[in-house]
């Protein structure tokens, strides 16, 4: 166990839908990450929030969005859901000691997202 | 913009075969190079950190180096166990946040 804690681990939908992915950091991390990772595009940053934020933006499409809340968890909120949405999507988080040295991520297990 | 490639794409070895996994990497300001392990189906499990070409870690079976463009992950006699995929991730300086940048990754397959 990681320490960080994704739900639900499987969903299954329709094109279309709107669903909600829900991340806990490991206690004391304060920065939250979450990527996309499909057999074909291997593991994409989308976003990056810290201390309810946002610190950074990656490849993340319009119909998605994020947030950070006080208690730091994290949502990721798909919706117009397509085909190609279809992956694992990776919640991280790191303590984030600003810009001095290397942060270590912590991955959880993922949340395994398949749009019918 | 932060690239890495990592090679070969896939590698067979019979268990106690040695090997080396190769990660180039093109960065603006490297603060870290990363090396996880991902088994199927879970999130990526942190190795290693190097921060300057010269550097090297080790952990059990498995040796990381780091030059200014390149980084190697030696497998010294690997086990049916070290079978996973290996990422290797750039983390930049400067304010770009401090995600990780990965490669598409080397899946080793150890047979017994």
């Known amino acids: 166990d990681s320490g960080v804690t994704q739900t639900p681990k499987h969903l299954i939908t329709a094109t279309g839908q709107r669903v909600t992915l829900r991340c806990s950091p490991r206690?004391?991390?304060?920065?939250v990450y979450w990527y996309q990772q499909s057999l074909d595009q291997g593991l994409q940053f989308l976003i990056q929030?810290?201390?309810?934020?946002?610190?950074a933006k990656g490849n993340i499409l319009e119909r998605f969005s994020a947030q950070q809340f006080p208690d730091l968890h994290s949502e990721l909120n798909l919706s117009s859901l397509e085909l190609g949405d279809s992956a694992l999507y990776f919640c991280a988080s790191s303590v984030d000691w600003g810009n001095s040295g290397a942060n270590v991520l912590t991955f959880g297990a993922g949340s395994r997202l398949t749009v019918l | 913009e932060d690239q890495v490639t990592q090679s070969p794409e896939a590698l067979r070895l019979q268990e106690g075969e040695s090997s080396s996994l190769n990660c180039s990497y093109t960065?603006?300001?490297?603060?870290?190079l990363f090396w996880y392990r991902q088994d199927p189906g879970k999130g990526p499990e942190f190795l290693f950190t190097l921060y300057s070409a010269g550097e090297e870690k080790e952990k059990e079976r498995l040796k990381a180096t780091l030059t200014k463009k390149e980084s190697f992950l030696h497998i010294t006699a690997p086990k049916p166990e070290d079978s996973a995929t290996y990422l290797c991730?750039?983390?930049?300086?400067?304010?770009?946040?401090?995600?990780?940048?990965f490669g598409g990754g080397t899946r080793l397959m150890v047979k017994p």
């Open positions: 206690s004391g991390d304060l920065s």
């Open positions: 991730a750039v983390q930049a300086g400067g304010n770009a946040g401090n995600m990780l940048t």
């Open positions: 929030y810290y201390n309810g934020e946002e610190r």
């Open positions: 960065v603006s300001g490297l603060r870290g």
